[in-house]
């Protein structure tokens, strides 16, 4: 087999700073946009964010439409609403207003409205077909408001695809957001848990990202266009996946503590930008992969902060309490970096052992979980070791990230992994 022997850094522009939403007219101007479409959730409808968009994309003179019936988990039935609706409205340009939900149908509208084609065409397989996007879409300009998905700056949508109940996406680089606005104000008002899931979440992408299997031993694509967004950890996605790790962990518990703290929450919101470059381009694996199926299968758990009467365990939520015995699982392919990464977290490792890097990695992510308020493990959201061979089954399909692993993760070796995510301290 012949291994990759090329990486690539894609990534979105950002523009970082409290206030910088005022500027979205003049951004969608920039990209000759003269009619959009935003789209946003049905709670941030009436929210201050989106109507500092609306405004300033007036004020530009830009003809602009509102679609706020983003679905808090996307599936297949919402994308293909936005895509209908942005088939409709005949737009030169997008704008996505909200958390990773928005900014995924967004780039599903633009996508199919631009190159039309059934839905399963662009879907990754082995649940579609997993084509190449055949050229450029249109200007999407993505404003995040929770701080946690990155999506502002990959080329990933993820949705529910609800015949198969299995949580897949579209992976392109031709997908990404020309430009991420990412302001610090709109994250103000985040409700604890949720700034605790979405600041987990990035921890993890920037965890997963750096000790992802090496670009340079996954197999060399038959053509350019076939090499994936999700390359394997590389030199460039090292940088902001390390980056991240160091700015979340001496951050994240301060925003928690006090959400008044401008600075700290600035950081983790910068942070999740930095995350994101360092997954779009190196890839996530295991806790991603086994995330899906705990939240799909969720039966009566009630996370605070969220909107009531939604059983749910939030994204970040479901993939950080796997996030602990992964790194033990993964720490024997390349101890050193996952100790590396122990130390971005702050942990003293100059007399560490490399055969306890996993544990010690493991140590750093429940201690931060804790500091937050995770709950203790799948049994406390809801599982029990009856529910492992399901969760097993669920994450086989997500070849897509958990083939990155640095160690190949048999059903055997998942359901261990599930098994000892049950319960963590
Ligand atoms: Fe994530």
Redesign the pocket.
């Known amino acids: 087999m012949k291994l990759e022997t090329a990486f690539s850094m894609d990534t979105s522009s950002i523009k970082f700073g409290p206030g910088v939403i005022q500027e979205v007219g003049w951004d969608m101007e920039e990209q000759g946009a003269t009619r959009v479409m935003v789209v946003t959730d049905p709670n941030l409808a009436e929210s201050e964010p989106v109507s500092v968009v609306l405004e300033s994309l007036q004020k530009s003179d830009i003809d602009t439409v509102l679609f706020d019936q983003t679905a808090v988990e996307p599936t297949d039935i919402s994308f293909k609403e936005a895509i209908k609706f942005a088939e409709d409205g005949k737009f030169d340009g997008f704008v996505a207003v909200g958390g990773g939900s928005s900014m995924d149908t967004a780039k599903a509208a633009n996508l199919y409205s631009t190159y039309p084609a059934d839905f399963m065409t662009y879907v990754n397989p082995p649940i579609g077909e997993g084509k190449p996007i055949p050229g450029p879409l249109k200007p999407l300009v993505a404003v995040p408001t929770t701080a946690g998905?990155g999506s502002e700056t990959t080329g990933v949508a993820i949705f529910d695809y609800m015949e198969m109940q299995a949580k897949t996406g579209i992976a392109h680089r031709a997908l990404r957001p020309v430009k991420g606005i990412v302001d610090p104000n709109n994250t103000r008002s985040l409700p604890k848990m949720v700034a605790a899931c979405t600041g987990l979440?990035q921890l993890?992408?920037a965890l997963e990202s750096l000790t992802a299997l090496p670009y340079n031993r996954r197999p060399a694509p038959d053509h350019p266009k076939m090499r994936p967004a999700y390359q394997g950890s590389n030199p460039i996605s090292h940088v902001w996946a390390s980056q991240a790790i160091e700015m979340i962990s001496q951050n994240l518990v301060r925003v928690i503590e006090d959400p008044s703290d401008d600075e700290a929450r600035g950081e983790v919101l910068l942070a999740a930008s930095y995350a994101g470059i360092g997954f779009g381009n190196g890839g996530l694996h295991l806790a991603?992969g086994m995330s899906y199926p705990v939240s799909g299968m969720v039966r009566d758990y009630l996370p605070e902060g969220y909107p009531p009467g939604h059983p749910l365990v939030p994204?970040?939520m479901a993939?950080v309490l796997n996030a602990p015995a992964v790194f033990r699982f993964t720490a024997p392919a390349n101890p050193e970096i996952h100790l590396y990464a122990a130390k971005l977290m702050g942990v003293d490792v100059s007399d560490a052992k490399p055969e306890d890097a996993g544990e010690i990695l493991a140590g750093a992510v429940i201690d931060l979980m804790r500091k937050v308020g995770m709950p203790n493990g799948l049994a406390a959201v809801g599982f029990s070791s009856d529910d492992v061979d399901k969760l097993v089954e669920g994450t086989l399909p997500q070849h897509r990230v958990t083939k990155l692993s640095p160690r190949p993760a048999s059903p055997e070796d998942l359901k261990q992994l599930f098994l000892d995510s049950l319960i963590l301290w």
Request: charged share 10%; aromatic share 0%.
């Open positions: 998905t979440d993890t992408h991603h994204h970040g993939v």
